[in-house]
C-alpha cells in the first residue's frame, strides 16, 4: 500500500541525513554501523523479535540509500 505522507517523510528524512553528512563527513556510515552493531547484539529473547528486525532493516535501508544518493 502506498502512503503519500509516508513517502513524503522518507524523502524529507533522506534530505536531511545527506545535508548532515555534508556538514559531517562520514556521520552516515558511522549511523550504519551503530544500527548494524545494535542488531548484532539483540536478545534473542526480545519481545515481538520479527518486528524489532523489520524496524532495523527499513532504518538500514533508509541511511544506506541517503549515503549511496
Known sequence: MESAK???AL???TGLLQRL???RPGMLQEMIA???GDRAVLPES???REHVE????QALELLT?????
Open 46 to 48: 526480545i519481545e515481538n
Open 21 to 23: 553528512d555534508a556538514e
Open 34 to 36: 551503530g544500527v548494524e
Open 65 to 69: 540509500r541517503a549515503n549511496t544518493a
Open 54 to 57: 523489520k524496524i532495523f532493516e
Open 6 to 8: 509516508a513517502d513524503a
Open 11 to 13: 524523502y524529507l528524512l
